[in-house]
């Protein structure tokens, strides 16, 4: 059924249900437009709906005792070339062995379906897309896949063995240092760029899914719902029910749509859990080190088209955040608590600016009478529309400082332009005000001027100031 | 960890810790649970609402399909007729449903409309309300509604087996 064909039949059913039972049917033949197929397909929802009664209506009944417990293979076993040494992984997805290739006497990491999901082709298949997946990527700090082995019709992925924990272990004994976790963050994101050169979007980028080696390098590992550039999605039909709804952007979750962009939200996701121990929206989090703000804030944006565009992007914000970080010039103290008398001040100088600019609106007054004609009002128009601009701006940034003091990076990079173009449109229309004046009315052209350089001086010298004092250490 | 899949279990597993045998809990229960938990707490954790009850769908669609798969992997290794019967108890008397079939058939409706799955996905598995999905997908009650009863009627069909559903008639 084509989009176009599904719309249109959406449009009789619901048209038809619209209508008194009786006249159901000939209101349907009627609309249909001679579309036989189509008014048949309508007809029998029709019907379906009329036997639905109760359907769905009363929702699921769950068993406490619902975790799906796993048969995994005893140590010692031998499947094929391969012998289990442990099981490291046995979750209702999929199970990862520990095992020796006895070829060529090395470990690997050894990935099967659920016994139970064995003979299940559409889950077999989505683990033929996983290996081939992470094959098409050559990178440090992507597992390297060995191969795609069947034994006794069993489906096994054979993959680098990486000795160490899950990143996820890591957050769970706490949170990281800021510098290993931006370093951490920005390995993911090489991972991501080689990744989605090679027209792979990983799709479910979690901490349990990067893998830290003993000698601390980081490997992303579990490609298992990663789409590839030219093929069908349709492939994962079911798709619309996997992946981690906690590290899931919005626009993955509430419509299914999920892009490249989807993968730098789970960075956000996961360099905050490193950087607090704890999941973005849990209640009460600590906040984020200033020195991470801003690509957390980023890479969580509701919007995709407010995220990092790519991976390089990413990657290059991190690399700066962490050089900041490492020379001293940005704090690694969490926002709340670092600075508060410096931030204090900054706020406190939002806020006044908004009432002085408030204030200047009156002598602007006086000017605009003392200059009269078209002159005067266009001054007075230009400085009133500047000062709304600018007023508004700053206490946004004020109320973000207050209350949503993550978001204020963000909130102050896009503001930066319009804030200072503004203020500059207002002293400039003071100081012209003041001097087309000239010495009709001398005390109003000087407190004209006087408030234009202020304010101007204002905004080039003192705010770069307290804002420097209050964001850099 | 303050995830939604993982304080759904959480909550059953205290239900379990309780030692109420035979104890099942209403879906919605569980989700609304967990909202009060993770919601609730001072600063709302969550970016929306409407995030928080996706979340909480999804959440709690994974966790009714992965335990059906295990009872169904239960029932092949023996035993069939006990697990049916003390899943009929266990159900009261609710129609039974089969999850996985469910779960089948809306990847299929996802795909010729997501917007009629997502419906479908928070008022069966979150237990919302017509009034409260409408808000949660944004869009009136009396549209929601609509939609719901045409995402019923499809399901029902592609789920007794009927005949054609169209979701294989891609060009």
């Given at each position: 059924m084509t989009p176009h064909e599904w719309k249109r039949l959406k449009a009789l059913f619901t048209g038809a249900l619209d209508q008194p039972e009786a006249t159901r049917e000939s209101w349907l033949e009627e609309h249909a437009a001679g579309d036989e197929v189509l008014a048949r397909e309508a007809a029998a929802l029709l019907r379906a709906h009329d036997t639905a009664e109760g359907?769905?209506?009363?929702?699921?009944?769950?068993?406490?005792?619902?975790?799906?417990?796993?048969?995994?293979?005893?140590?010692?076993?031998?499947?094929?070339?391969?012998?289990?040494?442990?099981?490291?992984?046995?979750?209702?997805?999929?199970?990862?062995?520990?095992?020796?290739d006895t070829r060529l006497e090395r470990r690997v990491a050894l990935k099967a379906l659920p016994p139970f999901d064995d003979g299940n082709p559409e889950l077999r298949e989505r683990l033929r897309r996983e290996a081939r997946a992470a094959a098409t990527i050559a990178h440090r700090a992507v597992a390297t896949v060995y191969a795609l082995e069947e034994i006794d019709g069993r489906l096994f992925i054979a993959s680098e063995f990486i000795d160490g924990g899950t990143l996820r272990q890591e957050i769970d004994r706490g949170a990281l240092e800021p510098a290993r976790a931006l370093s951490i963050a920005a390995d993911i994101a090489d991972a991501l760029c080689?990744?989605?050169?090679?027209?792979?979007?990983?799709?479910?980028?979690?901490?349990?899914?990067?893998?830290?080696?003993?000698?601390?390098?980081?490997?992303?590992?579990?490609?298992?719902?990663a789409r590839?550039?030219?093929?069908?999605?349709?492939?994962?039909?079911?798709?619309?029910?996997?992946?981690?709804?906690?590290?899931?952007?919005?626009?993955?979750?509430?419509?299914g749509n999920s892009d490249l962009r989807s993968d730098i939200y789970a960075v956000g996701v996961i360099l905050t859990e490193m950087l607090t121990g704890q999941h973005p929206f849990a209640p009460g989090r600590r906040p984020v080190p200033l020195a991470a703000a801003e690509v957390t804030s980023r890479c969580l944006q509701p919007d995709p088209a407010n995220r990092y565009q790519t991976a390089d992007d990413l990657s290059q914000a991190l690399q700066t955040a962490l050089e900041e970080a490492a020379d001293g010039t940005v704090s690694v103290e969490p926002m709340s608590t670092g600075n508060r008398s410096a931030r204090w001040w900054w706020e406190f100088h939002q806020a006044m600016v908004s009432l002085v600019y408030a204030a200047m609106l009156w002598p602007a007054w006086l000017a605009r009478g003392s200059i009269g004609g078209n002159v005067g009002n266009a001054l007075f128009v230009a400085t009133l529309a500047a000062a709304v601009v600018a007023i508004t701006l700053r206490l946004h940034l004020w109320f973000t400082a207050r209350f949503y003091p993550a978001e204020l990076a963000w909130a102050r990079q896009r503001a930066r332009g319009w804030v200072i173009s503004s203020d500059m449109v207002l002293s400039g229309a003071l100081i012209l005000a003041g001097g087309l004046i000239g010495d009709t009315s001398g005390a109003v052209a000087v407190l004209d001027i006087a408030a234009g350089i202020g304010s101007a001086s204002a905004s080039l010298l003192i705010e770069p100031a307290t804002t420097r004092a209050a964001f850099r250490v | 960890m303050p995830l939604v899949y993982e304080e759904l279990r959480r909550i059953a597993a205290g239900y379990l810790r309780r030692e109420r045998p035979g104890q099942t809990l209403q879906a919605t229960a569980l989700v609304n649970e967990a909202f009060v938990r993770l919601a609730a707490a001072r600063p709302r954790p969550f970016a929306n609402r409407t995030h928080f009850l996706a979340i909480a769908a999804l959440s709690m669609r994974q966790i009714l399909v992965q335990r059906a798969r295990a009872r169904r992997a239960a029932k092949r290794g023996g035993l069939p007729k006990q697990v049916t019967l003390d899943e009929r108890v266990l159900m009261g008397n609710t129609p039974g449903i089969d999850i996985l079939a469910l779960d089948e058939a809306l990847s299929r409706l996802a795909i010729l409309d997501a917007d009629l799955a997502r419906i479908v996905e928070l008022r069966y598995f979150a237990g919302l309300t017509v009034e409260e999905t409408a808000e949660a997908v944004g869009s009136s009650p009396a549209t929601v509604k609509r939609h719901w009863a045409m995402a019923r009627a499809w399901l029902k069909r592609a789920m007794d087996g009927g005949q054609d559903d169209g979701a294989d008639h891609e060009p």
């Open positions: 359907f769905l209506e009363i929702p699921p009944q769950v068993d406490p005792a619902d975790v799906a417990e796993v048969d995994a293979e005893a140590p010692g076993t031998r499947l094929g070339p391969y012998v289990i040494e442990y099981c490291i992984d046995n979750g209702g997805q999929g199970i990862v062995y520990c095992a020796r080689a990744a989605h050169a090679a027209g792979v979007i990983h799709r479910d980028l979690k901490p349990a899914n990067v893998m830290i080696a003993i000698n601390g390098s980081i490997k992303v590992v579990d490609f298992g719902i590839v550039r030219g093929v069908d999605t349709r492939l994962t039909r079911t798709g619309a029910a996997v992946g981690t709804p906690a590290y899931m952007p919005p626009e993955q979750l509430i419509a | -």
